[in-house]
T-cell receptor, first 114, second 114 residues
Framework: DTGVSQDPRHKITKRGQNVTFRCDPI?????LYWYRQTLGQGPEFLTY????????KSRLLSDRFSAERPKGSFSTLEIQRTEQGDSAMYLC????????????FGPGTRLLVL | SQQGEEDPQALSIQEGENATMNCSYK?????LQWYRQNSGRGLVHLIL?????REKHSGRLRVTLDTSKKSSSLLITASRAADTASYFCATDAWNKAAGNKLTFGGGTRVLVKP
């Protein structure tokens, strides 16, 4: 399967703990996006990478959130000192710069903060 | 914040009937995309329509775009039980900083009864 993959698929953590999620995009895609989706809502943009450069961050991405894409391939999203309000589905998507904007989404990581 | 408003929020139909859902947005766009999401899963790209296009077809899907009214519609013909899902419109207002960041609506939950 050459689609976008995310790991883990589910994560349960206690408030105050740190968590890290991984996204592996489609191999030739140079653009990578993170979105967050809460129950009953549409996804909301968090951040965007072109190759290894993080070009935009949403104001939703507080100081407790950090994302990296060290070699322009996979990306990680870390949440420090998790809060119950961080409970959501975290979605990763990738696209080609020349692909006309179609984004291909991974299955998501569902986070529950107790 | 979410740009798109989708109408209706929920739709229940019998198998074989057509399903129509609408999306309105607020700002200028590069393109508009429709995605499907089965419960608790990732998003599947259905169709992309560019701002200079008015109608597009893909299998049983028909999408229209009216940029003067800032609205789009998705029609699913001859629905099947497998079409049961949430459907989201997403607008892409490309810029160099944010790439093809997508802004999603709240979604329409479609139930197709056998």
């Amino acid at each position: 399967d050459t689609g976008v993959s995310q790991d883990p698929r589910h994560k349960i953590t206690k408030r105050g703990q740190n968590v890290t999620f991984r996204c592996d995009p489609i191999s030739e895609h140079n653009r990578l996006y993170w979105y967050r989706q809460t129950l009953g809502q549409g996804p909301e943009f968090l951040t965007y990478f072109q190759n290894e450069a993080q070009l935009e961050k949403s104001r939703l991405l507080s100081d407790r959130f950090s994302a990296e894409r060290p070699k322009g391939s996979f990306s990680t999203l870390e949440i420090q000192r998790t809060e119950q309000g961080d409970s959501a589905m975290y979605l990763c998507a990738s696209s080609l710069a020349e692909g006309g904007g179609t984004q291909y989404f991974g299955p998501g990581t569902r986070l529950l903060v107790l | 914040s979410q740009q798109g408003e989708e109408d209706p929020q929920a739709l229940s139909i019998q198998e074989g009937e057509n399903a129509t859902m609408n999306c309105s947005y607020k700002t200028s766009i590069n393109n508009l995309q429709w995605y499907r999401q089965n419960s608790g899963r990732g998003l599947v790209h259905l169709i992309l329509i560019r701002s200079n296009e008015r109608e597009k077809h893909s299998g049983r899907l028909r999408v229209t775009l009216d940029t003067s009214k800032k609205s789009s519609s998705l029609l699913i013909t001859a629905s099947r039980a497998a079409d049961t899902a949430s459907y989201f419109c997403a607008t892409d207002a490309w810029n160099k900083a944010a790439g093809n960041k997508l802004t999603f609506g709240g979604g329409t939950r479609v139930l197709v009864k056998p």
